[in-house]
């Protein structure tokens, strides 16, 4: 099983100031298509979660410009260049290298300073 | 737009079976590209993927190897529907069950998913 590990646990954030968030893979998650496996979803409070990014780096439908992924093989980041008081919630990432046998990460809370 | 729709028990009594079906709007559970998932989120074990079935020239379906022989996975497809089975529940699968799909756009990412289903196994 691929472990996914992320930090930081908690993030507390100011509105308009950026954020970053990382995740690590006990594997690669660079397949041999030259693409990362690597997704980052958003858990709103008593939401279901939401997918952000896709294949490491690709905005999914709708979600502002603000959000972006970055990384290759183990290492991966989410950046939020303004964070705006909607984005509070619990980010997590998820290697879809391995599927279906896809694994998350534990997560990481955002809130508003 | 692509909707999945959650349904079944939020209570459920310890060895009995959990049944939850999740009825698709905006695309077909016959889709010739992608899955249908089921994955399960609870404080102590975090999300788990649990079952996948995919149409493919014929139905092919996956599951957790740590629920294997527990589970079972079904698409209907005159309701445009799928749904998962578990039987001999204990208060370890106290949970909330969520169905997502895959597609090969998103490849190895979930883009939609259901609203979520809280399942308590409690006597």
Redesign the interface.
Known sequence: EIVMTQSPLSLPVTPGEPASISCRSSQSLLHSDGKNYLGWYLQKPGQSPQLLIYLGSNRASGVPDRFSGSGSGTDFTLKISRVEAEDVGVYYCMQGIDTPQVTFGGGTRVEIK | QVQLQQSGPGLVKPSQTLSLTCAISGDSVSRNSG?W?WIRQSPSR??E?LA?TYYSSRWSN?Y?SSLRGRLTINADTSKNQFSLQLNTVTPEDTAVY?CAR?TTT??????I????TTVTVSS
């Open positions: 899955s998932n975090g999300f993927w996948r996956s957790t969520y895959m998103t490849n190895g990412a979930f883009d998913w259901g609203q979520g």
